[in-house]
C-alpha cells in the first residue's frame, strides 16, 4: 500500500491542518478587518476567506508531504498560506502553469 495516500493520513494530522489554515484565514480577515477593507458584519466575506484558506492549506500540506518536508515545515507552511488565501492560490497556480506548460 502506498504510504503517500490520502486516505493513511490519520484524522488528528487532517484536524491540524485544518485548523492552522482556518487560523491562517481568521487572522487575514482580522487584518482586512482593521485596515478597513472590510465590514465587521461582512460574514459572507468572512466565510468566503475561511474556505480559501482551507483550499490552499490543504493543498500546501499534500505538497509537504509529497516533497517529505517535516511536519514542523509543514505547520508553518500551511499557516502562512492559509494566511495568504487567494494569494497563495495565485502563487500555486502561477508555479503549475510555468511547470505544465510545454517548452516550444
Keep these: 500500500m502506498d504510504e503517500k495516500d490520502p486516505s493513511n493520513i490519520p484524522l488528528l494530522t487532517y484536524s491540524w491542518v485544518l485548523m492552522l489554515s482556518l ?45 517529505d518536508v517535516s511536519r514542523m515545515k509543514s505547520a508553518a507552511l500551511v499557516a502562512i498560506s492559509g494566511h495568504m488565501g487567494s494569494k497563495a492560490m495565485k502563487l500555486l497556480e502561477s508555479i503549475l502553469s510555468k511547470n505544465l506548460t510545454p517548452e516550444k
Design 23 to 67: 487560523l491562517g484565514g481568521i487572522a487575514s480577515f482580522m487584518q482586512k478587518l482593521k485596515a478597513g477593507h472590510t465590514r465587521v458584519f461582512n460574514i459572507v466575506e468572512f466565510i468566503g476567506e475561511c474556505c480559501i484558506s482551507a483550499l490552499v492549506g490543504m493543498i500546501t500540506f499534500f505538497l509537504c508531504e509529497s516533497a
